[in-house]
């Protein structure tokens, strides 16, 4: 069974970085994507970046680009998303999700970790 945890969150100030990093297990994640997801309070939850595991193609949220990094440790399991300039509207609880690469829906979530940025 896929199990994904995220760790890294916090309390930062508007400009500042954050590393978010989510270790897999239980699976050949060669196979599989993996996204990162947040959702603010009293919003729905909103598509970050994602990795296809085996050739490391990335894909970025409008509102994110050029200030986060998604990448993967292929040795450590390990996703990581490196976010940069952040931004109070930022603040949100962010999820790490993994699915099979010739799914389209995510079928392993984990826990989530919250990020704050204050101004």
């Known amino acids: 069974q896929v199990q994904l945890v995220e760790s890294g969150g916090g309390l930062v100030q508007a400009g500042d970085s954050l590393r978010l990093s989510c270790a897999a297990s239980?699976?050949?994640?060669?196979?599989?994507?993996m996204g990162w997801f947040r959702q603010a309070p009293g919003k729905e939850r909103e598509f970050v970046a994602s990795i296809v595991w085996s050739s490391g193609w990335t894909s970025y949220a409008d509102s994110v680009k050029g200030r986060f990094t998604i990448s993967r440790d292929n040795a450590k399991n390990t996703v990581y998303l490196q976010m940069n300039s952040l931004k109070p509207e930022d603040t949100a609880v962010y999820f790490c999700?993994?699915?099979?690469?010739?799914?389209?829906?995510?079928?392993?979530w984990g826990q989530g970790t919250q990020v704050t940025v204050s101004s």
């Open positions: 999700a993994a699915r099979m690469l010739l799914n389209q829906e995510y079928a392993y």
């Open positions: 239980g699976g050949t994640f060669r196979n599989y994507v």
